[in-house]
């Protein structure tokens, strides 16, 4: 397939109140895609087919919660529902849990407090980042929390970690200390794990995900289970199930971008960031070689380490992330432009001078595949402080414009497919809650509330949309989640 053409195009994220949109606007800052042409070729299908034999499936394995995908929300869900008493395996394709947060260098892990410093994503996520010796993470402290001192939040600004003029919560992790802690994590909480195993159809009897037909070496084998947590990321159970899902994009965000995330070793992050303070027209006018040069080309991030530096872009549109030929050709570009951003960082930019190819991520960036319909959909209409009668978390919002966002249970509940919960990026929420419900943090907020549902579930024997909400609720508050105070208004479930 050739290499398409490119048209660079900046989209505002979460736009600092001077490019707002007509709903409301994006906050945190500007951001270049570049988008493939639309007449480039595309694989005609053969039309032709074969005939796979009927065949009996050997039954792995039975048990009460089975989680398929062992990213941030997989995780989650799998410690919470081991943590209830439930039998639970996860089921992960890679050799590594974390997901984007690990094998796809999302190591920056966005904003857990409000726009006032108040820690509003807990829980699961508290816990798992005060694993993390103080080697592996790098942030501001939670003192800064919040904090508007122009100083102190222009300093952290350029460790990704305050917008606005405020410093968040925002640390910047080390992946293969992520991935062991989330490892440990889950093999503390009781549950099972299955590595290198591919979750690929969901069975399905009456309308009700009764478990999951998973590929392996040992072949196709098949794992039942009282609940299952679709945790893929892109709902690939709940899709091949037969549940109605939304795939529209909103194409002033970067939620629908694609790209394989890279870090270079050997590098001298400090130096490089005061030449960008210090000689933003130099700045500039590198990045606009590199862009006449290349098309595509991306700004480096700071990372838990001052050697090493994180890039994760550039973004590319146009692209499905459930199209295999299509996530081929990202991969292909996107690891041609790691090759060709070293070459141009040594040569001109202070401190990339003796920098060298340290990794390219094992795991294919991906924003958006589909979206749930569930029983609830949040909708940017509700960024009005509203708290939801079947909360299961708080979100921050987007901008200090709005209050936290309430996450309603319903969202993580197919309007009719039972036995079945989806947490992560995949849940039901139109493009402008996608845009920060995908993040790592709202996935291990989802997640756990999911494995927690689940649990419960199974324990009752009921389907997770009968379980009691309130229950549900206490086991959250148990496990360390914020939920909004039970005197807030309410609107209705």
Known sequence: MPEPFFAGKTVYLW????????????????????????????????GETVREAARDIPVHARCDVLVVGGGPAG?????????????????????????????????????????????????????????LPADAKAGPPASAWGSKDAATAA???ARTAAFHGIVTNSPTCDPEVMKLTAMEMVLEAGAELLFHAWG????????????????????????????????????????????????????NDIHHCMNTSWMFGGVNMPRYQRWRAEQPEQFSAFLQRGRERHRLFEK?????????????????????????????????????????????????APGFENAFLMLSAPQLGVRHARRLRGV??????????????????????????FPNVSVPYGSLVPERLDGLLAPGRHLSCDTNNHSFMREIPQCWLTGQAAGAAAAIAVARGVAPRAVPVGELQAALRAGGVHLSSPKATQSAA
Not at 15 to 40: H, L, Q, V, Y
Not at 96 to 111: A, E, F, N, P
Request: glycine share 10%; proline share 4%.
């Open 300 to 348: 480096a991030f700071a990372s838990w380490r001052d050697d090493v530096a994180l890039f994760m872009g550039p973004r590319i549109s146009g692209y499905s992330a459930v199209d295999v030929d299509d996530i081929t050709s990202v991969e292909i570009q996107s690891h041609r432009l790691m090759a060709r951003h070293l070459e141009q960082y040594r040569a001109e």
């Open 200 to 251: 690929a159809e969901p069975i399905v009897e009456e309308n009700v995900v009764r478990g999951c037909i998973f590929e392996s070496k040992q072949g196709r084998r098949a794992i039942l289970a009282g609940c299952v947590v679709d945790a893929t990321g892109d709902g690939d159970l709940f899709a091949r199930a037969g549940a109605p899902y939304d795939a529209d994009i909103d194409e």
């Open 376 to 401: 609830a959909q949040m909708r940017r209409a509700e960024w009005d402080g509203r708290v939801h009668a079947d909360e299961i978390g708080v979100s921050p919002a987007l901008s200090p414009k």
């Open 15 to 46: 736009d600092m109140g001077t490019n707002t949109d007509s709903d409301g606007g994006r906050i945190f800052f500007r951001s270049e895609t570049f988008a493939a042409d639309p007449k480039r070729r595309r694989r005609a299908p053969t």
């Open 155 to 157: 300093w952290w600004q």
């Open 75 to 131: 995780v989650a869900a799998a410690v919470a529902a081991g943590r209830l008493g439930a039998r639970t395996i996860l089921l992960e394709r890679h050799n590594h849990l974390g997901g984007l947060s690990t094998g796809g260098l999302v190591i920056w892990i966005d904003r857990m407090s409000d726009w006032t410093g108040q820690p509003v994503i807990r829980g699961f996520a508290e816990e798992f980042l005060g694993r």
